[in-house]
């Protein structure tokens, strides 16, 4: 319902299907966590698109273009080889 990091959860600080960090220090909040995208697929993961696409990520992404994707208007271009 709230968009702040700390109210999702999820952010794209580590590649996908890395161990998440969490710190949790009260039973509703987890302001220091690193949550990632993970999958039980080997490789990747399967992410959805601001546009409605699903596509399969490998989790072998470089860490910025990983980031990038993640960034709302962040004006990068990314090539879908990229990922």
Not at 58 to 67: D, F, G, S
Request: glycine residues 8%; contains cysteine; hydrophobic residues 35%.
């Amino acid at each position: 319902m709230f968009g702040q990091r700390h109210q999702t959860l999820y952010n794209h600080v580590m590649p996908p299907n890395q161990p998440s960090c969490n710190f949790v220090y009260s039973t509703i909040s987890s302001i220091a966590s690193s949550v990632t995208a993970t999958s039980l697929h080997s490789g990747g993961v399967n992410a959805l698109f601001a546009d409605g696409h699903v596509q399969f990520v490998k989790q072998t992404i470089q860490a910025n273009i990983w980031r990038a994707i993640g960034t709302l208007n962040g004006g990068e271009v990314i090539s879908a080889d990229d990922y």
